[in-house]
Every structure is written in structure tokens, then in C-alpha cells.
């Protein structure tokens, strides 16, 4: 059987690129990233693609600010059909998914969110976490869907808040926990296939 063929769309720094990419190089991960995309042309997450002398590319300029337009959008499809990509995965993409892609990678798309699901959903979910005073929060993998982190869970990762945690060191020891999970959900649901 071939390999997932993925693309990965981001915003940032890129880390969960990275540990996905060095995941399938450590062959943890069977799939092959096919390019990544950024929205914004001086994102991290494009130079660590160069790194892996993967390819690389920014999305078209959008006038929203938290969407692709709707031409950017159907560009954006129309490359991915054209790649033969299989699976969308989000890492750290700032920019809400619309009907376009939805309708054309149905249970295809993929998005990590640092929270245990569907306990503080949107922007900053570490801070979140810390103004509820709980005492666990964690990581999810699940799918995208019309609702903001609304999709179907696909595997989470509990990480503990600790005493005298500040919104840096809860942020890293989440991402931390998203490092191992992204890659193995993802090689988990490759290889059972099951969707949801
Ligand atoms: C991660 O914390 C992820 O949960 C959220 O965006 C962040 C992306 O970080 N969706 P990075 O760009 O992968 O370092």
C-alpha cells in the first residue's frame, strides 16, 4: 500500500511540523508530507520545511484576517487535488476552514489544539486552562469541521497543570505532550483506517 500522502498547513513555529516530519524520517510515522503551506510568507513553520527540503509555499494574501478568501481557498483545493494529497493536516494554521476545502477533504482534515477537548476551545487555550484553576489540561487530535474545535476526537493526551505554572511553562509542557501525540494518532488512524 502506498503512503498517506499529507500536506501541513501553519501559521508559527512549525514544532509540530517537526515532530511529525522527523517522526516519519524516524519511521514512526509511515506518510509522506507532500509540501507545507503558510498564510503568512514569514512563518517558521516554511523555513523548517526548507530545512527538510520539503516542499514549500505561501497561500494566497487574504483581506480577512482569520480566513483564506474564498478564491484563495479554492486555489488552495485545486493545488491539493493536484498533488493527489489524501489528508489535510493543521498545525498551528491561524486561519478558520471554510466549506471549499471542507466539502473536498471530508474527514480528511486534521488539527491538533492544546486542550482537552471540548473544554476550552479558540485562541490561548493553555491561559484558558490557567484562569479556570484547573488542575489537568492536555492535548487533542481530532478532526475539522464547521465547528471551531468542534470536530471528532481522534486521541488526546492528558498533562498536568503544576504549582507556579505561568503561561510559558503550561504552554511547553503541552506542546511538549502534542510532539508525541500529533504523529502517533496520526499513524494510528492511518493504519486502522478507521474515519469518523
Ligand atoms: C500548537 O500549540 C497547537 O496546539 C496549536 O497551535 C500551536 C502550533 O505550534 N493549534 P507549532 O507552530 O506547531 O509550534
Known amino acids: 500500500m502506498s503512503r498517506p500522502r499529507l500536506a501541513v498547513l501553519g501559521s508559527g513555529r512549525g514544532s509540530n511540523f517537526v515532530a511529525l516530519q522527523t517522526a516519519i ?7 509522506e508530507i507532500v509540501f507545507v503551506a503558510s498564510d503568512l510568507p514569514d512563518a517558521a513553520i516554511l ?11 505561501t497561500l494566497p494574501p487574504s483581506p480577512f484576517k482569520t ?3 474564498p478564491e484563495g481557498e479554492l486555489a488552495l483545493v485545486a493545488y491539493l487535488q493536484q498533488h493527489e494529497v489524501e489528508w489535510v493536516v493543521l498545525a498551528g494554521y491561524m486561519r478558520v476552514v471554510k466549506p471549499p476545502l471542507l466539502d473536498a477533504f471530508p474527514n ?3 488539527n491538533i489544539h492544546p486542550s482537552l477537548l471540548p473544554a476550552f476551545k479558540g485562541l490561548r487555550a493553555w491561559e484558558q486552562a490557567l484562569a479556570a484553576g484547573v488542575t489537568e489540561t492536555g492535548c487533542t487530535v481530532h478532526y475539522v469541521n464547521a465547528e471551531i474545535d468542534g470536530g471528532a476526537i481522534i486521541a488526546q493526551e492528558r498533562v ?5 505554572d505561568n503561561s510559558e511553562t ?3 509542557r503541552i506542546q511538549e505532550a502534542e510532539h508525541r501525540l500529533y504523529p502517533a494518532a496520526l499513524e494510528r488512524l492511518f493504519t486502522s483506517g478507521i474515519q469518523a
Open 160 to 164: 498536568p497543570v503544576l504549582t507556579g
Open 67 to 69: 480566513k483564506l478568501s
Open 170 to 172: 503550561l504552554h511547553a
Open 25 to 31: 524520517l524516524e519511521h514512526r510515522l509511515d506518510a
Open 108 to 110: 480528511r482534515i486534521v
Open 47 to 57: 523555513t523548517r520545511a526548507a530545512e527538510f527540503g520539503l516542499p514549500h509555499l
